[in-house]
């Protein structure tokens, strides 16, 4: 990364953070020396800024912001699965209250959106799984597990309604 | 942090000497284990739940009550009950300590957000067990 010119406060910045880190260039900014750190061979390189949404924005921040969106929902959808749960054991008319409301365009919109939300927390947390092992990091490995992820979740989904009209 | 004549020399340290000797935040390791091990628990549990509830649907309330209450189904209920909850107050918890900065708020949506999961999670527990013990 080269920080010959700095535009403080301007919109169009040239702070960029290409995807590798730079070899270390002259200073023209005192706060970059925050920015320094060292590789593992003992190598000082100038660390590349994380993205930010005024600057940048690409699939992967949209798809991890997905994720805890996602997860949010799901915990909101939670309350279905009580709901079915306590209505099975309350007795009969309960349940049948909890099949029609279910059975309503809402009712069928919400458990649309839940088993959406479901298949893709489930994929991109199986990939959360992997990183946390530390492999699949490298940016070929993530640009096909980002597809993979987009078309699991679109066949789950379908798959999964599939076999409820079936 | 003041010295003994209150001045302010926190702008003086490094951000390892402000860090040191505080101890982790709040038992960070904990978490991020449970969140792991949670969601891995949940890989085959929510399969099987999802694929119950598919060919459940459109059944009628005896069989949904024969399905709940066989003590293979109810243990693996429970098993999912225990798992949800456990990696839902733990998810929410990281998301609001992250987007909401305003520390009173941020306190009690945290809170509120593990009280609403305790008793879901009970709710949904007595359901099962009920639904297991009256067959």
């Avoid at chain 1, 306590?86 to 365009?105: C, I, K, N, Q």
Wanted: hydrophobic share 55%; aromatic share 8%; charged share 15%.
């Amino acid at each position: 990364m080269r920080r010959e010119t700095r535009h403080v406060g301007s919109g169009a910045s040239p702070r960029i953070a290409p995807a590798v880190t730079g070899v270390l260039s002259p200073m023209t900014d005192i706060r970059d020396a925050q920015m320094v750190g060292r590789t593992s061979d003992g190598r000082l390189v100038q660390r590349p800024l994380s993205g930010h949404l005024t600057v940048y924005i690409n699939l992967d921040m949209v798809m991890s912001v997905g994720h805890r969106v996602t997860g949010c929902a799901l915990a909101v959808g939670t309350i279905v699965m009580v709901w079915f749960l306590v209505a099975a054991a309350s007795g009969e008319a309960a349940y049948a209250t909890f099949s029609w409301w279910l059975r309503t365009p809402i009712g069928y919109l919400a458990l649309f959106g839940w088993t959406a939300a479901l298949w893709y927390h489930y994929c991109v947390g199986i990939r959360h799984l992997i990183w946390d092992t530390g492999r699949m990091y490298d940016l070929p490995t993530v640009d096909r597990s980002r597809l993979v992820i987009l078309g699991a979740t679109a066949v789950l989904t379908l798959l999964t309604w599939l076999i409820v009209i079936l | 942090m003041a010295d003994a004549k209150g001045l302010k020399i926190d702008t003086m340290r490094s951000f390892l000497g402000r860090a040191r000797g505080l101890g982790i935040a709040s038992g960070g390791v904990h978490h991020w284990w449970m969140q792991r091990l949670t969601s891995l628990a949940l890989l085959p549990l929510t399969l099987w739940f999802v694929w119950s509830v598919v060919h459940l649907a459109g059944a009628p309330y005896a069989a949904v009550r024969a399905w709940a209450s066989g003590t293979v189904h109810a243990t693996l209920l429970l098993a999912l009950i225990a798992a949800t909850f456990e990696h839902m107050h733990l998810g929410v918890q990281v998301v609001a300590e992250d987007y909401i900065h305003t520390k009173p708020i941020q306190v009690a949506v945290v809170v509120a957000v593990k009280a609403a999961t305790a008793l879901l999670a009970l709710a949904a527990t007595i359901a099962v067990l009920k639904l297991a013990i009256a067959g």
